[in-house]
Every structure is written in C-alpha cells, then in structure tokens.
C-alpha cells in the first residue's frame, strides 16, 4: 500500500504555495491540507475523517481536524459538509520526475523474484516500506534505546525526513480505505480497519474498487508491477 502510494508522489513547489478556503479546490492530482470543521449526515455508517486524541485516531460523525486533500475529497464525496479554517495547496513541480518510482519499482522486481513469505521478500518488503518511514523519521519526538549508552534517545530526522511526504502516504491510505468502506451494502458488517485493509463479511463484488482515489492508486500499483493486479 504505502511503497505503491509513494509513487505519486514528485517534488513540491514550495515557492508556489497558496492559501485556500475552497474546498472544491482539494481534490484531483495535487499535494493539500487543511484544518477543518466537518459535518457527516447522521445516517454515515463511516466517517472518513480522522480526530487524533490520547487513545489513538477515532472518526467522529462531527468535528475538527487536520486533512489531507484526499480525505477532503471522497468526504465531500458522501455528502460531508466541510468548512476550511485554514488551508494549503501546495502543486507538484510541473514535469519533475517522481521521486520514488525507480526505487519502488526494484524493490516491487525483487519481492517478486523470491518466495512470498521467504526472508528475502520480507527483505524487500522492508526497504520499500522502510522507505516510507524515513519520510516520518523524527516527526513525532519518539526515542530508541541506544544499546551501547544504554539511554533512550530522541530518534533524529533522516536525510529524507519530509513531513509533506509522510501525511500524503498516510492520508491516501486512509482515503482508499473511506472511499472502499462507503460502498459497502447495509446488510454487511465490517469489524475492523487498520492501516491498509478491513475485516467484513462482504465480498470483493460488493465493493466499490472503482472510486476516484482507488482508481489513482491502481494506476500508481500497476507503474511497478503491470501484472499485479487489482485492488
């Protein structure tokens, strides 16, 4: 999920930055955030906007937060009602080259080449979503234990640390997932969400695979790996 969502991502016009109120502004291909007020119709079975607190993210039918452009736009998409306190575009420098598609495509080549499951595939599996993480490392305050000081130490930032980056990584995966959740019929459950997948008793013909953000993220899949399939 996370080593295919990289790939959209290309270097960020900061000097071009601009300020929006327009929600309609935040959707399509483009990098945005925005601190919200958010309203979902009473009879939402899921919300798709995430409210941070002690206990981990939760998605209320109503209240602030900061989202990404994606989240914004399949919110709106099931009929949110949105207000923009503050908010940000930033575009993608016009003909740049993507930042991690040759990368992901050799570790895509290489998890393929092994064994599924097999140390070598969990390996490549690793540096692709490892990848991701350096673009989170040190955001957060977090520590690690130094096992030859035998302190625990703040993690610093890495040499790609790029706070922009990580929120669109995260922010796509948990649009993907609002987008999926919406179209599943009444008379199905779903138990549970994590990261880039759900349990429920509804089959994959009950799903909506076809949405504005599935179909971007299909077309980032199949950029390294043609034959992987779909959703």
């Not at 000081?149 to 990580?166: E, M, Q, V």
């Not at 950029?223 to 779909?230: A, E, M, N, R």
Request: net charge neutral; aromatic share 12%; hydrophobic share 35%.
């Amino acid at each position: 999920c996370y080593t295919a969502i990289s790939v959209g991502i290309r270097p960020l016009d900061y000097d071009a930055m601009y300020m929006t109120r327009d929600e309609d502004v935040f959707s399509g291909d483009i990098f945005g955030l925005a601190r919200i007020k958010f309203s979902f119709p009473s009879h939402t079975r899921f919300p798709c906007l995430s409210v941070r607190t002690d206990n981990g993210l939760i998605f209320p039918l109503s209240g602030s937060c900061i989202a990404t452009s994606k989240e914004i736009e399949v919110a709106l998409s099931i009929g949110c009602k949105i207000k923009i306190i503050q908010g940000f575009i930033i575009p993608w420098i016009e003909g740049a080259p993507r930042v991690f598609e040759d990368h992901m495509k050799w570790v895509r080549d290489h998890r393929n080449m092994n064994e599924k499951g097999g140390f070598e595939e969990r390996l490549f599996k690793e540096l692709g979503n490892g990848t991701y993480g350096k673009t989170a490392q040190g955001l957060r305050g977090k520590t690690s234990f130094d096992n030859v000081k035998g302190l625990f130490n703040k993690i610093p930032p890495s040499s790609i640390t790029n706070p922009y980056y990580a929120t669109y990584v995260t922010g796509f995966g948990r649009a993907i997932l609002g987008e999926m959740l919406t179209s599943i019929p009444q008379h199905r459950t779903v138990i549970s969400v994590t990261t880039d997948g759900f349990l429920t008793n509804a089959t994959l013909d009950e799903i909506d695979l076809k949405g504005t953000v599935c179909n971007e993220f299909r077309d980032y899949y199949h950029t390294i790996d043609s034959d992987g399939g779909g959703i």
